[in-house]
T-cell receptor
């Protein structure tokens, strides 16, 4: 059974800092991995999706990497802004599981002025 | 991008009543919809997967008679929490997809429903 863990659970940084969020998964037979953003009391917004054959994906200030052999993914946020404050979730889809997402517990990010 | 509307956004009900939550795909036909539950400071847990016109597939530990799911059309799925109790209080989120996108693991999420059972 796939288990996804995110560290740290919460993070506070001053505006402008670069930061890294970590995601670990126990079963390396993944089809792909996604990073989502969730604002308080809201649904999820997909940020980046990395296929198992890829090592990283980039979108603007965001860069996500994937290392299947070590069971890890990271989300790098450059030049953080207060608007980046949200909870970030990673989710893995295992091969043969019909697109079932297994979510991590999330990292709650606060970017201060 | 595709839009998924979830209604209501928040509901407060008395213990023992039933609550219906709607999930609509506004600009595409969703062959598959997923229902998730999120406890405070916890991750999302998949409750069930529903395909249009067929019975929902429930995850282990989810009571299908407690959480009734209907996916009668390609744009609407409903989750009914029957005889709700305080322990059912949670944040419920739906997502929708279609076959071509599902193959790429693309799901579009609703904004969620906060259920509070008194």
């Amino acid at each position: 059974k796939q288990e996804v863990t995110q560290i740290p659970a919460a993070l506070s940084v001053p505006e402008g800092e670069n930061l890294v969020l970590n995601c670990s998964f126990t079963d390396s037979a993944i089809y792909n991995l996604q990073w989502f953003r969730q604002d308080p009391g809201k649904g999820l917004t997909s940020l980046l999706l990395i296929q198992s054959s890829q090592r990283e994906q980039t979108s603007g200030r965001l860069n996500a990497s994937l290392d299947k052999s070590s069971g890890r993914s990271t989300l790098y946020i450059a030049a953080s802004q207060p608007g980046d404050s949200a909870t970030y979730l990673c989710a893995a889809v295992n091969t043969g599981t019909a697109s079932k997402l297994t979510f991590g517990t999330g990292t709650r990010l606060q970017v201060t002025l | 991008g595709a839009v998924v509307s979830q209604h209501p956004s928040r509901v407060i009900c008395k213990s023992g009543t039933s609550v219906k939550i709607e999930c609509r795909s506004l600009d595409f036909q969703a062959t598959t919809m997923f229902w998730y539950r999120q406890f405070p400071k916890k991750s999302l847990m998949l409750m069930a997967t529903s395909n249009e016109g067929s019975k929902a597939t429930y995850e282990q530990g989810v009571e299908k008679d407690k959480f009734l799911i209907n996916h009668a059309s390609l744009t609407l799925s409903t989750l009914t929490v029957t005889s709700a109790h305080p322990e059912d209080s949670s944040f419920y989120i739906c997502s929708a997809s279609l076959s071509a996108l599902l193959a790429k693991n693309i799901q579009y999420f609703g904004a969620g429903t906060r259920l509070s059972v008194l």
